[in-house]
């Protein structure tokens, strides 16, 4: 397996559009810590123009923390855009271009070459997930420095900035799961199509579905939302609660890690049983 | 024989009355001057908020005393604090003519009632809670449009009768913020009352005064 | 001759087209194998069942006298394929493609991609990117991954596809090559008889999926190899005749074409009456070669 694994990093090394993901979080980043840099008071003040007619607010709003929080936001449709441009390619691409059909006249079984594929695609979503914590997070000392984090959701939450790095870590260890099972979905639709688009526009089409059906909060899903997997894609804000409700973070992980499981196992099992064509 | 009785009431009521409104207008008078003749200084501030949809733990820093419209805050981190209005309205109030009205006692504390002369005054009224020792030991200021203001003070005896602690209330609007620029696009939450007003909360500690 | 690779009863079926329709065939060990038909007439789907690439409906592939498990591919150790088009990796050199399918190997001497390389003349580019090579060149890195692992059986599917004469000529020398020095059983495929015809020792023909005819090229190819056409209403009965006794038929517009020796076609009509199989019309038709020859034109 080991083998299998070094296989798939070097060719996802070698692959050109590997490095596209990185290329965009580094200019979505840089673009708006600049942004943030020159208009940044005037956005704040919008958001926080209610709590000013009654407070006076003292101490520095716009920190590396804050503007790491807010792009930990793009977790939402960019970063798994990004994602998907990989492990969508994974199995699709190889058969679009005849390589899949290379790769399996080798004496490996197909579950084995598969889970080989899709822990690379994990591998790559961490770097991804780590290159943007490092990004946003280095660029934002650089020209913010630190402070206390203020989160404007559910109300108004302060966070001090010595009590912040443990909850931006757990809160990226929540994203980055949230991200694998993206990944692995983009992995099981890649071993049902030929074609490397089909599995980043089904992905895509599929997160903005569910994202919008279950944002409108019609009655009828209340239920089922707690177990459809996009739901959890934004529990990492949990972590900047000032009490944190464990229980709702440890569903919310059993649940992304049965997704995870489930969307492999499909994948495999499709895999398995396909009559490689091309 | 009657008819002279009750004039006489009357006027000894009238008269009566003005007494007390000069001397209660007398006592704030004396107050506003001990309050200017504090010089400037700094000290250790420990502030906490107590507002419903606000979450910050305790805060602590320094406060610089140049003027009661002139207060500034070193603090560690972020902070929450009181308008500096606040203190500039309060000041206000006394700086042009106004009616005092001795409103009687409570727990040992004189009440006395303050009215603005002038129309155009933010303040519409003020009510002072006064001790033996000349300490306010509470205030509520009603404004025009800024809503009203509570302060409840505490002393353990710092040079120009300083207070060591204020707890400040006032009418807070509940804050909701839109789920594009917070990123909560959790639907099915429990928050209710858009615009619902509370009351918020805040209150200094003070301590270790340096004039 | 021991028998390297076995088929048995073949079958594959996509909705209701029947690609692969019972069809058996063997290899012996040191055979250079054709594969004859026309596109579309199941080669490749066949060859691409052996690999494991798809799987059949029922029957049975035997390597080595084991049957072939597909859940355990070491069998694949034993085969070299190419398969089509030879796709690989565009982005990446003729060595690292090689180096990628060296590491899914059991070979411990990274030299073999040089030596393999050499043996197909592409030694002095194999830095080059894949993807800027002719279809030549790509043709014969074909050839090399098919040979790094040191298979005992190699599977080339349609090799001079895209090649020029010279191209051809060289692909069946290096065929050739192969099967001689190396000692490697090779079963080709082609829709073209004459490429078959000029290095096969044993054929099949398929077409629509059925097999028509089977044995030495020689011997096939031979005026004394002949199609018969009959007319018959006895349909199973003739049908189960010719499973019985091993004769490659074909069943079109409600004729039945045999593969049969010329000199005994008397033979055949007393053996087929004596199963009371009625026949309306029994035609000696052509050989192989014309018969192969008006299907693909």
Known sequence: MIRLINIELFKIVKKPRTYIGFLAIFLIVGALQLAMYFEGEELISIAIQNLENDFRLEGKIINANLLTYILLNSIIIHIPILICLVTGDAIAGEAATGTLRLILQRPFKRSEIYIAKAITGFLYTISLMVFLAGMTYGLGLLLFGTGDLIVLRRGVTVIASDDVTWRFFYAFCSGTLSMIVVASLSMMISSFVNNAIGPIVGTIAILIGLNIIFTLGAPIFKDILPYIFTSHITKWQYFFDFDIDKLVLQQSVLVQFVYILIFNLVGIWNFNRKDILT | MIKWLFILLFSFSIGLFSAQSSDAKKRMLNMVEKLERVPPYSCDVNINIDVKFIRIKERVGKMIYRSPEDIDYKIKGFAFLPKKEMGTISTSLFKDDFIAIDMGKENENQIIKVIPMDINSEIVTGQFWIDSADLVQKMILITKEKGSYTAEMNYNGTLYDLPSKIRMSFDVKNQKMPALLTGDLEAYTDETDEDEVSKGTITIMYSNHQF | ?297
């Open chain 3, 1 to 297: 001759m021991s028998s390297i690779l076995e088929v048995k009863n073949l079958h594959k079926s996509y909705q209701n087209f029947k690609a692969v329709d019972d069809i058996s065939f063997h290899v012996n060990e040191g055979d250079i194998y054709g594969f004859l038909g026309p596109n579309g007439a199941g080669k490749s789907t066949t060859l691409r069942m052996i690999l494991g690439l798809i799987k059949p409906d029922s029957g049975l592939i035997q390597l080595d006298g084991e049957r072939v498990d597909y859940s355990n591919k070491k069998y694949l150790n034993q085969i070299g394929a190419l398969i089509e088009r030879p796709d690989f990796y565009k982005n990446l050199s003729a060595y690292e493609n090689l180096k990628i399918l060296y590491s899914m190997s059991k070979l411990k001497d990274i030299r073999i991609i040089d030596d393999v390389l050499n043996e197909v003349d592409l030694l002095d580019r194999k830095k080059d990117k894949v993807g800027g090579y002719s279809q030549g060149m790509k043709q014969r890195l074909g050839i090399a991954q098919a040979l790094m692992h040191q298979p005992s059986l190699i599977i080339l599917d349609e090799p001079s596809n895209g090649l020029d004469p010279q191209g051809q000529a060289d692909m069946r020398k290096l065929i050739l090559k192969i099967n001689t020095e190396r000692r490697i059983t090779v079963v080709i495929s082609s829709h073209i008889l004459a490429e078959i015809e000029k290095i096969s020792n044993r054929m099949i023909v398929i077409n629509k999926g059925r097999k028509v005819a089977e044995g030495e090229v020689n011997q096939l190819m031979s005026s004394d190899s002949i199609k018969i056409q009959i007319k018959t209403d006895s349909h199973t009965a003739i049908e189960n005749y010719c499973k019985t006794h091993q004769i490659p038929f074909t069943n079109e517009n409600e004729s039945y074409y045999l593969q049969w020796e010329e000199a005994k076609i008397n033979e055949l009509i007393k053996s087929l009456n004596s199963e009371n199989i009625s026949l309306y019309e029994v035609r000696q038709l052509k050989t192989l070669e014309e018969y192969f020859l008006n299907l693909t034109n």
